[in-house]
């Protein structure tokens, strides 16, 4: 998401909702939203504000505790601009039985296109050839070595939500045969279904994460799992960065236990592990895959949608089951 703005207003009692935030708001959404909510920063509010408000609004990923939570006495409802919701204790929020939405399918395009623009990128050694040219070895050195074709390689898939079904889209239409593991089959589904991680990534050339960040899939994609993908394969991650074992990571590019990642997210953000820093077969990004004007106007219009709909005693837009 893009960086805060800061945007704390004074607690004072007036006639528009008040609508805790659990860290300053983007500027654009300050703009859209300001004229219509009283919005108080979490960390500022007096007892009255926390006492008062029902709707805590929790701009990109801010971690949202249980201690937070029981401070709110009057919350009924946890608003995310993120799709992911793993910055929110939900077993607080099953507690207090409150509600809890997110972007919906804001982003599902944005992360399917990138991710696609990954497995390219990797496979191609897109980054390390244009590091090649712009060191000006083309003229001395010749040629950048060959990469890798796109087209034909076997295609996993971790999670087949909306941006999975939009890679896999994407990159069947490369002529990639795709196939996928989710918790379970999709009987409509025209891909492959394998039943463990490791199962899939041993039909794979190309593994992509797009599945959400829970208990159960926290390190996922293991040593075992990069054994499974190959010498040849690709792990490619706009997903969570908690999916990844990333020590093993580290340790099986280094050892070519598999060939390559393209990552645009990371276990402990920002920091991203240094040693990826200096390997030419990994190509990363700063969790930018969502980062366009459309995506975080689709976002906002969620979000303003989220917020209508439950001062207005309608049903919500994007609720999260928990």
Avoid at 269 to 296: C, G, I
Avoid at 309 to 315: K, Q, T
Wanted: glycine share 8%; with cysteine; aromatic share 6%.
């Amino acid at each position: 998401m893009p960086p805060p703005a800061t945007n704390a207003a004074d607690s004072v009692a007036d006639d528009k909702p008040l609508v805790l935030l659990a860290q300053p708001l983007f500027p654009h959404f300050a703009a859209a939203l300001e004229g219509r909510y009283r919005f108080v920063l979490a960390a500022d509010a007096d007892a009255a504000a926390a006492a008062e408000a029902r709707v805590l609004l929790v701009p990109g990923l801010k971690v949202v505790t249980a201690e937070l939570i029981d401070r709110l006495p009057a919350l009924e409802l946890v608003v995310a601009t993120s799709v992911g919701v793993d910055h929110v204790d939900l077993d607080a929020c099953r507690r207090r039985g409150l509600a809890v939405t997110n972007a919906g399918g804001a982003f599902s395009v944005d992360s399917a296109d990138y991710a696609v623009g990954l497995v390219v990128a990797v496979l191609r050694r897109v980054a390390a050839a244009e590091a090649y040219l712009r060191r000006g070895r083309w003229a001395t050195d010749g040629k950048f070595p060959l990469a890798t074709k796109v087209s034909g390689k076997r295609v996993g898939i971790v999670g087949l939500g909306r941006i999975g079904s939009l890679v896999a889209r994407r990159l069947a239409a490369f002529g990639c045969p795709v196939a996928y593991h989710s918790r379970l089959p999709r009987p409509s589904s025209p891909y492959a279904f394998f039943p463990t991680v490791v199962a899939l990534a041993a039909e794979s050339d190309v593994l992509v994460l797009s599945c959400a960040l829970t208990e159960e899939t926290r390190h996922m994609v293991n040593r075992e799992v990069m054994e499974a993908l190959g010498g040849g394969g690709v792990l490619v991650n706009v997903g969570r960065g908690g999916l990844v074992d990333e020590p093993e990571l580290v340790r099986c590019l280094r050892e070519g236990i598999i060939a390559g990642a393209g990552l645009d997210v990371y276990d402990k953000e920002p920091d991203v592990p240094p040693e990826l820093f200096a390997m030419e077969n990994v190509v990363l990004s700063d969790h930018r895959a969502v980062l366009t004007p459309e995506s975080m106007a689709a976002a906002l219009d969620i979000v303003s949608g989220n917020l209508e709909a439950f001062f207005a005693g309608r049903p919500l837009l994007s609720p999260v089951t928990l």
